[in-house]
């Protein structure tokens, strides 16, 4: 997919009013043969994206066969369109509304800040907090309850796009430590003055590069989250860690293109540029706008691991929210508690390439035996830990530039460049209100 769609700084606007009821009559009459049945009709609101939407409608079939008292109809939207047609729907009164919406993590805080959506039903919200890894509620938490329900496991550490044709060329096998993925990296890697035309192992993306950082902060033993919520990147665990990031450079090993231009480092990998690069698993699939076939030219493998033991931190990723002054809300709420049981979900997961929210799907063998070839990365999740109650695209925004000027710098201050970021940071991208 994209993975930062929307920033939350894109919804503030709309906060102050957001609580404006949008009710909207959803009975409609429908014939059967000569028969006239009264439906109730939900409406759900979902963004392009040909796979997802196939899903979603799969889904609603699958619900209205079993509830034929219903009628869902599955409305798309190009992703800049969709966002706005939120933004008016939950400001005005009408049909406007929709009745479930798909929401990126990322949006979520805007709209949950506001008092716009529903609260979890009690009794489902115990199955959330039983079931579901920390990662994946962590966003639609406010003050003690849940206001949306995640779909995946949003995930960008632990795997690589690897080049295969290049390794076999080259005779190297995949690195499966640390030691080895720099050793490869750094024998691979040919530069040409200032311009490296050929990459090493790339994390130099607005994804990966702050994901494998706080991997290797957390694989250290050590926490860039305080007690009182701050960020403090400026701990020894940070330093180390981001000096290690820095060599890579400095090494001739990457560039900074990728993250200087807004793009992904696995384009490089695909197009024969670079060996090895850090993505979720979303990017496997990307491989086929290349004409490629995985297994023959690419595959994907895990990132070895830095310090002693497997931590990372996770993003909120895609859920189902419901708005508060809807006309339909428990029978919203209903068709979320079908599509999210695990019999369904797995199928959903399946469809659009995505990793499994819930426990219980862990071990799920419909999942395994059709996504064998990212297994791996389910083995890891439940070591994984909420990124934090921040606005993680601004968040990025910060330490992409902090890291950009440290690598232009001729008198490198590592520990009060990471400093000044932890404060701003701190000061400016934290959510306004509490989780629990």
């Known amino acids: 997919m994209k993975k930062k769609l ?15 009821g949008c009710g909207s009559n959803s009975k409609e009459e429908v014939s059967e043969g000569t028969d006239k049945s009264e439906k109730t009709k939900l409406t759900f609101w979902c963004h392009e994206n040909e796979p997802w939407i196939k899903s979603y409608n799969v889904m609603a079939e699958k619900f209205e066969k079993e509830h034929p008292e219903y009628d869902v109809e599955v409305q798309s939207y190009p992703f ?8 008016t729907a939950l400001t005005s009164k009408g049909e406007e509304c929709p009745d479930i919406i798909a929401v990126w993590g990322g949006m979520a805080p805007a709209y949950i800040e506001s008092d716009a959506l529903a609260a979890v039903p ?9 079931d579901y890894m920390d990662p994946t509620l962590g966003v639609y938490q406010k003050e003690g309850k849940i206001y949306g329900v995640p779909m995946e496991y949003n995930l960008e550490y632990g795997g690589m796009i690897v080049n295969k044709k290049l390794f076999e060329e080259s005779k190297l096998e995949y690195p499966t430590t640390w030691e080895e993925l ?4 750094q024998e691979v890697s040919v530069s040409n003055g200032d311009v490296v035309e050929m990459e090493g ?4 993306d607005s994804d990966s590069l702050i994901c494998n950082y706080l991997a290797m902060i957390l694989q250290q033993g050590g926490q ?4 009182n919520g701050d960020i403090n990147f400026a701990t020894a665990e940070g330093v180390k860690a981001l000096e290690e990031i820095l060599s890579m450079v400095d090494n001739g090993e990457v560039d900074l293109e990728n993250l200087a231009n807004g793009e992904y480092c696995f ?4 197009q024969d540029k670079g060996y090895m690069a850090s993505v979720g698993t979303w990017g496997i699939g990307e491989g086929e706008t290349y004409e490629l076939k995985y297994g023959e030219d690419y595959e994907y493998v895990p990132v070895p691991q830095y310090g002693e033991k497997m931590a990372f931190a996770s993003e909120t990723g895609w859920g189902l929210m419901v708005p508060a002054n809807g006309a339909n809300v428990d029978a919203a709420w209903e068709f979320i508690e079908f599509f999210s049981q695990p019999e369904n979900l797995v199928e959903h997961n399946i469809a659009c390439n995505q990793l499994p929210p819930r426990k219980s799907m862990l071990t799920n063998e419909t999942y395994l035996n059709a996504m064998s070839d990212i297994a791996f990365i389910l083995d890891i999740l439940p070591d994984g830990q909420w990124m934090g109650p921040y606005n993680t695209s601004a968040m990025r925004q910060i330490f992409d530039q902090m890291f950009l000027d440290l ?10 460049a990471l400093k000044a970021a932890s404060e701003q940071i701190s000061s400016e991208c934290k959510m306004s209100y509490s989780m629990d």
């Open 6 to 20: 929307l920033s939350i700084l894109l919804c503030t606007s709309m906060i102050a009013s957001l609580a404006v």
């Open 80 to 87: 800049k369109v969709y966002t706005e047609k939120i933004q």
């Open 122 to 130: 009690a009794d489902f919200e115990k199955e959330l907090r039983e």
């Open 182 to 185: 720099r050793k490869v990296s």
């Open 201 to 204: 192992f790339e994390m130099m």
């Open 224 to 227: 860039y989250i305080e007690d």
């Open 267 to 270: 384009n490089d990998v695909y």
């Open 407 to 416: 690598c232009d710098a001729k008198d490198r201050d590592v520990e009060g």
